[in-house]
C-alpha cells in the first residue's frame, strides 16, 4: 500500500501521506501468537483507527454500531464523524463510563441519549445496564470498538469490552477491535484477581497491571473461555502501527476525567488502592492521582483541599484541608521506568494513619480494586513491601504464560 494514501472526508481530509506507509494486516480471534514486524522503529505509534484503509472496506455496506467516547478520534475528528463522512452506515452509539464525551464522575449513572451532531441514538454502557442488549443488536452486522485503555484491571473500560463481547456472541454480530496503544504496556505487577472478587472493577484472573493492549486483551478474553458458557465471539483486531510494548506512548487524550495527564496515568495503579481507605487522592483538585493526603497526616509537606469540579462532583474528603505529598511528573517517571507499582506509598500512609483511625473503608472496596483480601490482611500484618511482592511471583509467572499466547506486539 503506497505511503501517499489521501482520504477526502467531504470537508474533512486525512492526510495520511504525512505519515508512515498504512499497514492492512489484522488479527482474527485466534489463540497463536502474532508479531506485527518490519515496522521503523524511528516512527510514531499509531493507534489502528488512523490505518482507515485497513478496516474501511470490512465496513462498506454493513450496518455499524461503534463503541466510542472521547478518546475515539482519527487524527483531530471523532471516529463517528470521519465513518459517516466516508459513507459508512452507523447505525448508533454504544459508551462506557465517564459518557460519550468523557465528562463523567467516576462510576456515575450514564443515560442514554441522542448525539446532538450526528442525532444518533447513544446506548449507556454504565447506567441501567452495561452490556449491549439483543434488541439494539437486531439487524447490526459489525460492533466497532474504539476507546484508549490505560492497561489496569480496576479500569472499567476492559469490563465494557467483555460485555460488548458477550452480546455480540450472543446475537451472532462480528466485532472489531481498533487497537490503541497501553502507555503501561511494559508492567506486569501487583495481585492477580481471587475470581471471589470479581466485579466490573475486575472480572478476569489478571494481575492488576497486566502488559497488553485492549487488542490483545480482548483475544485473550476470547481465547481463554471468560465470556458466559465460554461463548466465542466473531472477533478480528485491528493492529497499532509502529509500536511494542516497550513503546513509550503518551496519551493525546485523557481517557477520563481524573487522567489528565501522562503522570497520573503513570501513578494510577499505585495510587488508586486508596479508594478503598480514608485517604484522598486528588480527586477535586488539580491534580488527581498526582498527590495523597488526610487531615490527620502529620508528616505532609503539601497541602490541598478538594472541592467539587469537573469529573468529581464530591470528591472524598470535600472541603477538608488535607496533609500529603505531591508525586508528579519526576516521581510518575521513575514509577514507570521501574516496571512494578510503588507499594511504598501506600505503606507510608497506612503506618501513619492506622494508630489513629480505620484506615480501609468498610464496604470492601479496597478489597476488589486488590481484587483479593490478601493484600489488606499482610499490610495490618506489618509485611514489607518485598514480603508482599514475592507473594505475588508465582501467580505472576503463571499469568505470563497466559499473555503470551495472545501478544501481537514484541515485549
Request: charged share 20%; aromatic share 8%.
Amino acid at each position: 500500500m503506497s505511503a501517499k494514501c489521501t482520504i477526502q472526508l467531504g470537508m474533512i481530509i486525512l492526510l495520511l501521506s504525512c505519515g508512515p506507509a498504512l499497514q492492512s494486516n489484522t488479527v482474527e480471534s485466534k489463540p497463536e501468537k502474532v508479531v506485527v514486524t518490519e515496522v521503523p522503529a524511528i516512527l510514531e505509534p499509531l493507534p489502528a483507527a488512523v490505518n482507515v484503509p485497513s478496516y474501511l472496506q470490512i465496513l462498506k455496506g454493513k450496518n455499524v454500531a461503534v463503541v466510542a467516547n472521547q478518546t475515539s478520534m482519527i487524527q483531530g475528528t471523532h471516529m463517528v464523524d470521519s465513518l459517516i463522512a466516508l459513507g459508512i452506515d452507523v447505525r448508533h452509539i454504544y459508551t462506557p463510563e465517564h459518557g460519550f464525551r468523557g465528562d463523567a464522575d467516576a462510576g456515575a449513572h450514564i443515560n442514554d441519549e441522542k448525539d446532538q451532531k450526528t442525532g444518533l441514538q447513544i446506548y449507556s454502557l454504565h447506567g441501567k445496564s452495561k452490556k449491549p442488549s439483543a434488541e439494539s443488536l437486531k439487524n447490526i452486522d459489525i460492533v466497532l470498538f474504539d476507546i484508549q485503555d490505560v492497561g489496569v484491571r480496576f479500569y472499567t473500560y476492559i469490563s465494557t469490552l467483555h460485555y460488548v463481547m458477550e452480546a455480540c456472541a450472543e446475537s451472532g454480530v462480528k466485532i472489531i477491535v481498533l487497537d490503541r496503544p497501553n502507555p503501561l504496556a511494559n508492567t506486569i505487577d501487583g495481585p492477580t484477581l481471587d475470581p471471589k472478587f470479581s466485579s466490573f472493577i475486575g472480572k478476569h484472573p489478571v494481575p492488576m497491571v497486566y502488559g497488553m493492549t485492549i487488542g490483545e486483551y480482548a483475544l485473550m478474553i476470547n481465547g481463554e473461555g471468560w465470556l458466559k458458557e465460554k461463548l466465542k465471539a466473531e472477533l478480528q483486531v485491528i493492529p497499532c502501527l509502529n509500536y511494542d510494548h516497550q513503546t513509550q506512548y503518551n496519551l493525546p487524550i485523557p481517557p477520563s476525567p481524573n487522567l489528565p495527564n501522562q503522570a497520573s496515568v503513570y501513578l494510577y495503579p499505585s495510587l488508586c488502592l486508596f479508594e478503598g481507605t480514608v485517604v484522598s487522592l486528588g480527586r477535586g483538585t488539580d491534580h488527581p492521582f498526582e498527590i495523597a493526603g488526610h487531615p490527620d497526616f502529620e508528616i505532609g509537606a503539601y497541602k490541598f483541599t478538594p472541592l467539587p469540579n469537573r469529573g468529581s462532583s464530591d470528591p472524598p474528603l470535600k472541603g477538608k484541608l488535607c496533609k500529603g505529598q505531591f508525586y508528579g511528573p519526576e516521581r510518575a517517571q521513575k514509577v514507570h521506568d521501574s516496571r512494578q507499582l510503588d507499594l511504598s506509598i501506600l505503606l507510608t500512609f497506612y503506618n501513619e494513619l492506622s494508630p489513629k483511625l480505620q484506615f480501609f473503608n468498610a464496604d470492601g472496596f479496597f478489597e476488589l480494586l486488590a481484587g483479593t483480601d490478601v493484600l489488606r490482611r499482610q499490610i495490618e500484618q506489618g509485611m514489607s513491601e518485598e514480603e508482599i511482592r514475592i507473594s505475588w511471583q508465582e501467580d505472576l509467572e503463571k499469568f505470563k504464560v497466559t499473555r503470551k499466547k495472545y501478544l501481537i506486539y514484541q515485549d
